[in-house]
T-cell receptor
C-alpha cells in the first residue's frame, strides 16, 4: 500500500520569504500522480499543484513550484514570496494510475503560518 | 465558481444512532467521493461512486456505511449504527473525470458521537 509522509507538522515563514514543505511517499509503481492541496482555516481543501510521475519537468503554478525527485520518492512544495493568505494546512497526496483507482492517499499535513 | 457543499456543518449524535451526511457535488461532475479525518490523523479515503454504484471502497467502509445518490443533486453517506470511533470530519469530493482530474472538496461535516 502506498504511504505519504509529511515530516513537518508545523512551519512558519515571514511574509515575502520563501518556504519549502517536504513530502515523501512510498510506492512500487512507476507512474502515478502527486498533488498538493491547501486547506485555509475553516475553508475547503483546494488543489494547489499537481505532477504526473512520468513527466520529469517540475510543475509550476505562479508562486508555487515543486521539486519532484522520483528516485528519492520526494515531492516538496516551494512557496515563493509568501503571502498572508498562504496561511493554511497543506496536504501532500498520492494517486495511483493502476487498476482504475481514484482514491487520494494523503499525508498528515503541514500547518503553515505566514507572519507579517 | 461552483463549489461542493455539505450539510450539516456539525452533527452530534448518540452511539448506536443512524446518521446521514449530505453533500451537493458540482453539477456537471460524475465522480463522487467520501473521505474522513479523525482528529490529529490523516485524511482517509472511504468510498468512490460513479454511475450509481460504488467503484472503490476502503477497509474502513464496512457494512455500517452506505452511500446513495437519491436524486440528481445530492450524494449522501449513511452510518447505520454510529460508534464512538466514527467521530471525525467527513469530506465529500467530486470530480469531472478520474485520475489527473482535480477532486473538488466540500468544507466537511464534523461528526461527534457521544
Amino acid at each position: 500500500a502506498q504511504t505519504v509522509t509529511q515530516s513537518q507538522p508545523e512551519m512558519s515563514v515571514q511574509e515575502a520569504e520563501t518556504v519549502t514543505l517536504s513530502c515523501t511517499y512510498d510506492t512500487s509503481e512507476n507512474n502515478y500522480y502527486l498533488f498538493w492541496y491547501k486547506q485555509p482555516p475553516s475553508r475547503q481543501m483546494i488543489l494547489v499543484i499537481r505532477q504526473e510521475a512520468y513527466k520529469q519537468q517540475n510543475a509550476t503554478e505562479n508562486r508555487f513550484s515543486v521539486n519532484f525527485q522520483k528516485a528519492a520518492k520526494s515531492f516538496s512544495l516551494k512557496i515563493s514570496d509568501s503571502q498572508l493568505g498562504d496561511t493554511a494546512m497543506y496536504f501532500c497526496a498520492f494517486m495511483s494510475t493502476q487498476g482504475g483507482s481514484e482514491k487520494l492517499v494523503f499525508g498528515k499535513g503541514t500547518k503553515l503560518t505566514v507572519n507579517p | 465558481e461552483p463549489e461542493v457543499t455539505q450539510t450539516p456543518s456539525h452533527q452530534v449524535t448518540q452511539m448506536g444512532q443512524e446518521v446521514i451526511l449530505r453533500c451537493v457535488p458540482i453539477s456537471n461532475h460524475l465522480y463522487f467521493y467520501w473521505y474522513r479525518q479523525i482528529l490529529g490523523q490523516k485524511v482517509e479515503f472511504l468510498v468512490s461512486f460513479y454511475n450509481n454504484e460504488i467503484s472503490e471502497k476502503s477497509e474502513i467502509f464496512d457494512d455500517q456505511f452506505s452511500v446513495e445518490r437519491p436524486d440528481g443533486s445530492n450524494f449522501t453517506l449513511k452510518i447505520r449504527s454510529t460508534k464512538l470511533e466514527d467521530s471525525a470530519m467527513y469530506f465529500c469530493a467530486s470530480s469531472a473525470r478520474v485520475g489527473w482530474n482535480e477532486q473538488y472538496f466540500g468544507p466537511g461535516t464534523r461528526l461527534t458521537v457521544t
